[in-house]
C-alpha cells in the first residue's frame, strides 16, 4: 500500500510540474538585433504594422504596454507613465525615431486589453503613438519583454542600444530624477554612448497564456 501510495504521489509530482513548469524567455541583450521586425500586428486605427514599417531614420522605440496596470495608467501611489506617453512621441520624433506601443496581454484580451479596449484606450488618451496588438504575445517572447511597461530602443540598424524602464519616478523615495530613456534618445541622436544602457523594468507582468 505504501508502495502505491509513493508511486501515486510521484506520478502526480510530475504530472503537476509538467504543467506549471514555464520556459524560460531571456530579454534581447544589448547589442543584440531586433527580432520579428516584418512581424504583422493589428493596431488600433485597423492597419497591419510591422516594426519594419515603422522605423524611423535614428531608430525604433518599442514601449510593451496595456490598458490594465497600474504602473501605466496610474494607481493610488503612482500616477503611470501614460501620462508621459505624449512628451515620449515628442522627444523620440525630434531626434529621428518612430514610437510604438505593444500591448501583449494575451491572458486578458477579454478583461481588459481585447482590441476594442485598446481603441477605447488610445481615442480617450489621445494616443499619438501607435498602440499595437501583439497577437500570443510572439513579439513580447521573441524581445523577452517582462513589465508592462518595458522600454526597447533600437539605433538605425536595429541594434539595441537602451533596454529597461522610463525613467526611476516609480520609486517615490528617489533623490533624484533619472530619465534613462530621455538621455538614451539624446544620446543616440548625437551618435555618443548611451550613458545608462540597462535598467531594471519596472511594472505589471506581461500576462502571457500558459
Known amino acids: 500500500m505504501k508502495f502505491l501510495l ?3 504521489s510521484f506520478l502526480t509530482m510530475t504530472i503537476f510540474l509538467s504543467f506549471s513548469k514555464t520556459e ?28 519594419e514599417s515603422i522605423k524611423g531614420k535614428k531608430g525604433t522605440l ?6 490594465t496596470c497600474p504602473f501605466v495608467i496610474g494607481g493610488d501611489s503612482f500616477q503611470g507613465w ?3 506617453y505624449p512628451a515620449i512621441a515628442g522627444w523620440s520624433k525630434r531626434v529621428g525615431v518612430n514610437p510604438v506601443l505593444v ?10 486589453d481585447g482590441m476594442e479596449d485598446m481603441k477605447k484606450r488610445a481615442e480617450s488618451q489621445n ?62 541622436q548625437s551618435g555618443s554612448e548611451i550613458p545608462t544602457a540597462k535598467t531594471a523594468p519596472k511594472g505589471c507582468s506581461i500576462k502571457r497564456k500558459s
Open 6 to 8: 509513493l508511486v501515486f
Open 24 to 51: 524560460k524567455i531571456e530579454t534581447l541583450k544589448i547589442g543584440k538585433q531586433a527580432p520579428l521586425r516584418d512581424y504583422k500586428m493589428e493596431s488600433t486605427d485597423e492597419k497591419q504594422v510591422s516594426l
Open 62 to 67: 518599442v514601449i510593451f504596454s496595456c490598458n
Open 82 to 84: 501614460e501620462k508621459d
Open 103 to 112: 500591448n501583449s496581454n494575451e491572458a486578458k484580451r477579454t478583461k481588459g
Open 127 to 188: 494616443y499619438t503613438i501607435p498602440y499595437l496588438l501583439d497577437k500570443g504575445h510572439a513579439l513580447a517572447d521573441a524581445f523577452g519583454a517582462k513589465t508592462t511597461p518595458h522600454v526597447f530602443l533600437f539605433d538605425s540598424n536595429w541594434k539595441l542600444v537602451y533596454e529597461g524602464s522610463i525613467d526611476n519616478t516609480w520609486n517615490p523615495s528617489l533623490d533624484k530624477r533619472e530619465d534613462y530613456l530621455k538621455e538614451a534618445l539624446v544620446a543616440l
